[in-house]
């Protein structure tokens, strides 16, 4: 595998030279080589590089000798000749080789190499290249250009294999032709209820809920499997759980490090931005490029400046970049080069190029030349003091005042448009027969605040609002659908003055069952901010209501039973001056819930949005058609009323869509060109007014590098050029010049740069990613050190298989989720993690063969996820700012982290939105082998240790998590028996319900301990449990 080249031995080759060099008949002799290519280039030079080039090169000249060049190895070294053509008495090398007393500290030379050596010497030691390159060959000790992962991908063909019925997908093939050659064979598939649960961790890092459990296990329809993985790959919090492993790979932190170690409070946007890409399945080769050199390819591309935060989430010394003397400043910074070039060589390529800074690679075919470099392609890459850079898109100022005025030119002449048009059509319904359309109300409901009509596709005034001015304005893009034009100041006052209210909707969801949580209706800030959200969570209504004891986003909420359909349904929520929230879905009372604390804590500046969340994370699927406030709450006879007299205790308002259907075709069609208009010029506003701040690259123009004597800083020799590694044009053809000069513009280095990683050529970049995702799925790659591809790295278990993932994983134009959805539905991963075959055992008990799945320990940050789901107490809102479990303290110029033990809705978020502050472990997540941000992880320790339960048992966070998970299961235990309260908590720990036996002990143990303390203990002990923290 290390020497993939064509041998030829050296008793059945030619006489070299045979015209002109007669040789003893008895002697081996070389042959003519096949090709251009002459016997030296084939046999000879591979053989010195293998295994005497390690010492005796131009560089590297032990006892005075080069056997790299022609001259000076026919000169010899310091011992005398080392070579005599035609005369191995006098040849000291051959005496050496012949005596096994070199390759020194090596394994000698075998029976054919010295053959081969033999005859070459005899034949006059034709020498038929200028210069050896020690990198070119493999040997027992090194890499070489032929190293297996730096050739090109080639999608090999589908082994054969006896055992037909078991492949789902080529996947298969591969990994039981492995087995049938060792003579195993593959494990049962796994049960449903642990696929299920296999799956749900493996995505999106989150327990099933029993309900989710029992439809899949009860669902046995072909594609209910495909269906699930659809369904987890679809979800949000697919982003959550694979941005946390890239996160390790590139040792995101939140804070600098070294002495100071301040806080970079802006640097979870690029946290957000590796999510949100993952989720929407930004293709890896863009993935790669934004992050490299987003703001230079994309420089209108805001997302693609955030992305280049990847270049800036390390460590960085403060103190020796900016206070320290010159000569302190230009080690910090060679230092602070090797870190970026560690990480980009190791993340996106697998090689570990920084070990090459001080002298050649010992291991792999990357000279001191390479690292600097590339180097010199970083070397613009540099840190603000203050640690943040403004996010401004390219302002054209003329630009902007032409579209303000275009705007308010347009929506003046539409709102008067619009004024006309209703007019006109209530003139002509006037003069209708009694009786036709809806019949008003003459004296509406008391306490009616607001009323709107939902257009599909224009402003429209609230009628009967309080503030008469006031419009809800569509809004295109991807941002609301529609928000009112400033916030309803006044609608708030007169909530707040009462102390209650009700809000009453007719909808019509798209999904009876859509990912959330989706916003309906919204008077919030944001997605972390909010007076009051009613949305869709799957099947269910959700709603989330701000009193001034909750948290500003209105945490927990309020959850309706699956009572969501696909109809036109009446939706009313209802919160009266007792505290207690209602929610009613077609008169019917579905949810109610008790709340401490009042109104007087919503914020007069919150904006009210429909179908989404005004920054525009939050989409619903479906249609609002009318919504109303009320200053009070309304019973449930009013309720009812509503429900049956669809128009309410209002007058009757017509759509706009009915209005604007009864005018003429023309008239719609310009109609709809001045909106379609309207909503270009403010999708175009959004970009050129956006102003954020964002921790991201700062580049400057870089000095021109040199390659410094045993990375001496002290010490410059030859000029280093911006260019990629020679190995990979070597082997593959992969241009590696970028024809960029040592003083190039930074902006075209990192381009360079961005581009050739990306090349679907590019022999790594395919393979290092595929690899990744294999080992998270199975807990150990295919290649078993993710980010070592090279000669110190472990081999491939299954070379042809990794290349067939990469060259999928291309022609899938870079899909991850494509790759995902290749390896979930395979046969290999649906195998049970159960040990059947001692065999098996004996002959592959580290299982690289693939005859059983992995059972695996969860990450840290998934058993904190697990234990908050479970609990009911996880806030599942998605990204923003970074929460706090800790207290920053600054202390003579130095930030330290102390843990704290809160446990509030702010900090029961996803663990991958907590501060990563280096040096600012949290215990628990840290006795679960969470590792340090300042280090590269791309494979976790996974260790065992009596630290670890004594954590899960006494910390402080997972005895609020079982109080909550307690609480949980007796408020949804209608009845309150024992044993119905045990049956729901394994369900929802383990997704089982309990053995025979367990259900005993459990009740035996809560009869002992009463029902309350009872219950909190076994909810605690089932968060300690193996199989709530593994992956079976």
């Not at 970049?765 to 799925?777: G, K």
């Not at 130095?894 to 843990?899: G, I, L, Q």
């Amino acid at each position: 595998m290390i020497d993939q080249r064509t041998h030829l031995t050296a008793t059945n080759l030619l006489i070299f030279f045979a015209l002109t060099v007669p040789l003893a008949r008895s002697q081996p002799t070389i042959a003519s080589a096949p090709g251009n290519a002459s016997p030296f280039e084939q046999k000879i030079a591979p053989l010195l590089a293998r295994h005497c080039l390690e010492c005796h090169t131009t560089t590297n000249r032990e006892g005075g000798l080069d056997l790299s060049q022609k001259e000076s190895a026919l000169s010899g070294g310091e011992s005398g000749l080392a070579i005599a053509p035609r005369n191995l008495d006098q040849s000291l090398l051959w005496e050496h080789v012949s005596s096994d007393s070199m390759p020194k500290d090596r394994p000698p030379l075998s029976n054919d190499d010295k053959s081969l050596l033999k005859a070459w010497i005899n034949a006059g030691a034709p020498w038929t290249l200028d210069t050896i390159d020690p990198f070119a060959y493999s040997s027992p000790n090194r890499a070489g250009y032929d190293w297996w992962s730096l050739q090109p991908v080639q999608k090999p063909a589908r082994p054969s294999v006896q055992m037909k019925s078991w492949p789902l997908g080529d996947i298969d093939y591969f990994v039981l032709a492995k087995l049938e050659s060792a003579g195993l064979k593959p494990a049962a598939p796994a049960d449903r209820r642990t696929l299920i649960r296999r799956l749900y961790f493996d995505l999106i890092g989150l327990p099933p809920d029993p309900a989710a459990v029992e439809r899949f296990v009860a669902d046995q329809s072909p594609d209910a499997y495909e269906n699930l993985v659809s369904e987890l790959l679809d979800s949000p919090h697919y982003g959550e759980r694979w941005a946390r492993h890239w996160l390790d790979v590139v040792r995101f932190g939140e804070s600098q490090g070294f002495e100071r170690n301040r806080i970079r409070e802006n640097a979870w946007r690029y946290r957000d931005w590796v999510i949100q890409s993952l989720n929407r399945d930004l293709p890896y080769d863009e993935f790669v490029r934004q992050q490299i050199a987003g703001d230079v390819l994309y420089p209108d591309d805001l997302d693609a400046l955030i992305a280049t935060g990847y270049h800036v989430c390390g460590t960085w010394d403060q103190v020796a970049h900016l206070e320290g003397s010159s000569v302190m400043k230009s080690a910090a910074r060679q230092e602070h080069m090797e870190d970026l070039v560690a990480t980009l060589s190791q993340a996106f390529m697998g090689l570990t190029v920084n070990c090459a800074r001080c002298h050649d690679h010992k291991f792999d075919p990357i000279s001191q030349v390479d690292y600097f470099n590339t180097v010199a392609l970083l070397g613009g890459v540099t840190q603000q003091q203050d640690e943040r850079r403004d996010i401004k898109a390219s302002r054209d100022r003329k630009r902007q005042s032409d579209l303000e005025k275009e705007l308010a030119d347009l929506t003046s002449k539409i709102d008067l448009f619009q004024a006309n048009a209703r007019k006109r059509f209530s003139a002509d319904k006037a003069t209708e027969k009694p009786g036709a359309g809806v019949s008003p109300i003459s004296k509406p409901i008391d306490g009616l605040l607001a009323i709107i009509d939902v257009p599909s596709s224009e402003s429209a005034k609230l009628k009967n609002l309080i503030e008469p001015g006031m419009t809800l304005e569509f809004v295109a893009g991807n941002r609301t659908p529609f928000q009112t034009s400033e916030p309803p100041k006044e609608l708030i006052k007169a909530i707040q003055s009462s102390g209650q209210f009700s809000i009453e909707t007719w909808i019509s969801p798209s999904k009876a069952n859509q990912s959330g949580p989706a916003r309906i209706v919204t008077l919030s800030k944001d997605s972390g901010q909010r007076n009051f959200t009613l949305g869709q969570d799957g099947d269910r209504f959700d709603f989330r209501l701000r009193t001034t004891k909750t948290d500003g986003n209105g945490l927990p909420s309020l959850a309706t039973p699956s009572v969501v359909k696909t109809n036109k349904l009446h939706v009313v929520v209802t919160f009266d001056s007792g505290g207690v929230l209602r929610i009613f879905v077609d008169a019917k009372q579905v949810a109610e819930k008790k709340y401490d604390g009042d109104l007087s804590s919503w914020d007069s500046g919150f904006q009210l949005a429909i179908g989404n969340e005004l920054t525009g994370d939050r989409p619903w699927e479906g249609q609002l058609h009318r919504l109303a406030f009320y200053s009070k709450a309304l019973d449930a006879n009013q309720v009812d009323h509503n429900y049956k007299h669809p128009s309410g205790g209002f007058d009757s308002i017509e759509s706009w869509e009915k209005i604007l259907s009864s005018l003429s075709p023309t008239v719609q069609q310009r109609f709809a060109a001045a909106t379609n208009r309207v909503a270009m010029i403010r999708s175009e506003l959004d970009q050129l007014r956006f102003e954020g701040v964002a921790h991201v690259v700062a580049p400057q123009q870089p000095p021109v590098y040199h390659v410094l004597a045993r990375g001496d800083i002290n010490k410059p020799g030859e000029v280093a050029f911006p260019k990629g590694l020679a190995a990979i044009a070597r082997s593959t053809g992969l241009k590696d010049d970028f024809e960029l000069s040592a003083d190039a513009p930074e902006t075209s280095r990192r381009k360079s740069l961005a581009l050739w990683l990306s090349d679907p050529k590019h022999p790594l970049t395919s393979r290092v990613m595929v690899n990744r995702v294999w080992h998270y799925h199975f807990g150990k790659g295919i290649v078993d050190t993710p980010s070592d591809f090279g000669y110190a790295g472990g081999l491939p278990s299954h070379p042809e298989l990794l290349d067939h993932l990469a060259a999928t994983f291309i022609e899938s134009r870079w899909s991850l989720k494509s790759l995902h959805r290749m390896i979930v539905t395979s046969a290999t991963y649906r195998q049970s993690s159960q040990v059947t075959h001692e065999k098996a055992m004996s002959i592959d008990s580290d299982n690289r063969l693939l005859w059983r799945f992995n059972a695996r320990q969860l990450e840290g940050e998934a058993v904190r996820d697990a234990a908050l789901a479970v609990s009911g107490a996880l806030n599942r809102s998605i990204g923003g700012p970074s929460y706090r479990d800790m207290q920053v303290k600054l202390n003579q110029n130095h930030e330290f982290t102390d843990p704290t033990n809160e446990f509030s809705p702010a900090t029961c978020r996803r663990t991958i939105y907590r501060l990563w502050a280096r040096s600012g472990a949290h215990p628990l997540l840290q006795s679960l082998d969470c590792p340090d941000p300042s280090v590269m992880m791309p494979n976790r320790p996974g260790t065992i240790t009596p630290l670890q339960a004594l954590s899960l048992m006494n910390n402080v966070f997972m005895e609020k998590c079982a109080e909550s998970f307690a609480a949980r299961v007796a408020e949804q235990t209608s009845n309150g028996s024992a044993e119905a309260s045990i049956t729901l908590a394994y369900q929802l720990a383990i997704a089982r319900q309990p053995t025979e036996r367990e259900s005993t002990l459990a009740a035996s143990f809560i009869q002992t301990h009463g029902m309350r303390v009872g219950l909190k203990q076994l909810c605690l002990v089932l968060l300690n449990t193996n199989e709530f923290i593994f992956i079976n």
